[in-house]
């Protein structure tokens, strides 16, 4: 029986005043001196003693390892864990690759994860427990169990260390871990999201459209109690029920209808071929992208998804997400997570041979691998989704897929039937969200906004005090200018500019932050970025 799960008192960070616990705000004392200093310098009047959380602690680390470009990152990260060069590359944190508004995590939404099996990873259970429930549709008669956030999560099977539980920690991870065990560095977009883990093995080891449709209703029967806004489809049924309007489709609309976004992986085959859920018309249907885990988007080209027309004729995949290069926990209790520490000692002691079978088994720390496929890059796009929806809790999942599409990234070359509307943005699509019905800045344009009178920056922050904006124009002297609070929480600030181009940033707080609602960027030259402004002559 399903209880509701009790609630751990939080603390405000110190620094960006979001709500977060003693244990975790504790994790900053593992910077090095470096990124120390740097927080010192942004935010003056902070001490080590005050803690900061992981949002906070992994922007200023990005913004250190970032200091000298690709080539630092990879050797301060192999500074830190000794890696091979080639199993480094490649393994950027999702949050950086795509352009992530730090300030939202997911915090208060919940993701349903269907999949074949799971693990209750520290990504997941540390410091506070985040997985709210685990349940079994592989029989006709689900089980399940419920969690609060002081449990330590345990079910049938959950130490097999079997593979059947490795694609299901990936998936969760990927979107919702909070990279407990890399100190932060690799978390997934949605890390203070909750988590529901729903299984849909049957007793012979096979996911069908049987067991996808028990455990989708499953999920309907429970979402009001759990929170379940988001649900993540990796999974592939079969063929043998029509293509449309099948079981799994109609329990997708339901979902869908009762106001929880769905999204499923396209399948990697690279055919004109879509099996269910990936064919649910109103699932978002997601495709992948290799980026080649580089910050210069000028490379991405698409992976080898699935692609095909839906029966609303709505061409699938609707986005396109990374695919490649993206880094989630090894399972432990298996050969490989008991090898891995060995193989990093080893490389450690100058053993060659060593290198080799890391970049074989694509490993970036001693607890972490980058993994490949349609089935990664799903979870991505939900923890986006649940960012969007931290963002803004009103939107519908009718407006979540159309901010979504509105905010991608057209693949250059790429044909519209494989890639859709283009590449997730994850930090314009919660721009969006804040701007979308009842939203904080509904009624408001995507910032900056140019013009015959001049220039104005918005920001969305209702946790700052004190907003100004700084930049190019004048040589970057402060204090810059001073945002006023439109509405609560809403910060705008205006200037007349001259023809040209410049670079700015927020500084809220003492905090420097480029802004959200920008794709346009550039290096700052202090392991971070400048937003780009182009006012027309």
């Known amino acids: 029986m399903l209880t509701q799960a009790e609630h751990i008192p939080t603390v405000p960070c110190p620094l960006c005043r979001r709500p977060s616990t003693p244990a975790a705000l504790a994790e900053v004392a593992w910077l090095e001196a470096d990124a120390l200093t740097r927080l010192v310098r942004q935010n003056p009047h902070w001490q080590l003693a005050s803690g900061a959380c992981p949002a906070c602690v992994q922007q200023v680390l990005l913004q250190?390892?970032?200091?000298?470009?690709?080539?630092?990152?990879?050797?301060?990260?192999?500074?830190?864990?000794?890696?091979?060069?080639?199993?480094?590359?490649?393994?950027?944190?999702?949050?950086?690759?795509?352009?992530?508004?730090?300030?939202?995590?997911?915090?208060?939404?919940?993701?349903?994860?269907?999949?074949?099996?799971?693990?209750?990873?520290?990504?997941?259970?540390?410091?506070?427990?985040?997985?709210?429930?685990?349940?079994?549709?592989?029989?006709?008669?689900?089980?399940?169990?419920?969690?609060?956030?002081?449990?330590?999560?345990?079910?049938?099977?959950?130490?097999?260390?079997?593979?059947?539980?490795?694609?299901?920690?990936?998936?969760?991870?990927?979107?919702?871990?909070?990279?407990?065990?890399?100190?932060?560095?690799?978390?997934?977009?949605?890390?203070?999201?909750?988590?529901?883990?729903?299984?849909?093995?049957?007793?012979?080891g096979y996911i069908t459209n049987d067991t996808i449709t028990r455990a989708l209703r499953w999920v309907r029967q429970a979402a009001p109690l759990l929170g379940i806004r988001v649900v993540s489809l990796s999974v592939a049924g079969d063929l043998t029920w029509p293509l449309h309007e099948n079981p799994v489709d109609r329990a997708v609309a339901d979902l869908v209808a009762d106001g929880i976004v769905v999204v499923a992986a396209a399948g990697n085959s690279g055919e004109r071929r879509l099996v269910p859920p990936a064919t649910a018309p109103h699932a978002l249907t997601i495709g992948g992208i290799d980026d080649a885990g580089l910050f210069d988007h000028n490379t991405i080209a698409l992976w080898h998804s699935n692609y095909g027309e839906s029966v609303a004729a709505m061409l699938k995949p609707e986005l396109v997400a990374p695919s490649i290069w993206v880094v989630a926990p090894l399972l432990p209790l298996t050969p490989l997570a008991q090898a891995a520490p060995r193989l990093f000692q080893r490389r450690a002691a100058g053993d060659g041979q060593a290198d080799a079978e890391i970049a074989r088994?694509?490993?970036?720390?001693?607890?972490?691998?980058?993994?490949?496929?349609?089935?990664?890059?799903?979870?991505?796009?939900?923890?986006?989704?649940?960012?969007?929806?931290?963002?803004?809790?009103?939107?519908?999942?009718?407006?979540?897929?159309?901010?979504?599409?509105?905010?991608?990234?057209?693949?250059?070359?790429?044909?519209?039937?494989?890639?859709?509307?283009?590449a997730l943005d994850a930090g314009r699509a919660v721009a969006l969200a804040l701007r979308g019905a009842h939203g904080p800045l509904n009624g408001h344009r995507l910032g900056p906004v140019v013009d015959e009178v001049g220039v104005t920056f918005w920001l969305h922050d209702h946790h700052a005090t004190q907003v100004r904006v700084v930049g190019s124009w004048d040589g970057w002297q402060t204090p810059g200018l001073l945002a006023a609070e439109a509405e609560p929480g809403v910060w705008a600030a205006s200037a007349g500019l001259c023809a040209g181009v410049y670079t700015y940033k927020f500084l809220r707080d003492g905090g420097w932050l480029d802004d959200p609602a920008n794709p346009l960027r550039a290096p700052d030259g202090y392991g971070g970025y400048n937003s780009l402004l182009v006012v027309p002559g």
């Open 64 to 204: 250190t390892l970032l200091e000298q470009g690709d080539a630092a990152l990879h050797e301060r990260v192999q500074a830190v864990w000794p890696l091979d060069a080639a199993a480094a590359f490649g393994a950027l944190p999702t949050p950086l690759r795509l352009h992530a508004d730090p300030r939202f995590t997911g915090q208060g939404v919940t993701i349903a994860f269907i999949d074949s099996g799971f693990y209750p990873h520290p990504d997941l259970t540390q410091p506070v427990n985040r997985i709210r429930a685990w349940a079994d549709a592989g029989s006709p008669q689900v089980k399940s169990i419920a969690y609060t956030p002081d449990s330590t999560p345990t079910w049938p099977g959950w130490d097999a260390g079997e593979a059947r539980q490795w694609h299901g920690l990936m998936t969760s991870t990927v979107a919702a871990g909070n990279g407990w065990l890399s100190h932060g560095l690799y978390r997934g977009l949605a890390s203070d999201a909750d988590v529901v883990l729903v299984q849909a093995r049957d007793e012979q």
């Open 361 to 422: 088994q694509k490993l970036v720390t001693p607890y972490y691998q980058h993994v490949d496929g349609t089935s990664f890059a799903a979870p991505v796009v939900a923890s986006a989704a649940a960012c969007m929806l931290e963002a803004n809790p009103s939107l519908t999942p009718a407006q979540v897929r159309d901010l979504l599409i509105a905010s991608a990234q057209p693949v250059p070359g790429a044909s519209s039937e494989r890639q859709g509307a283009g």
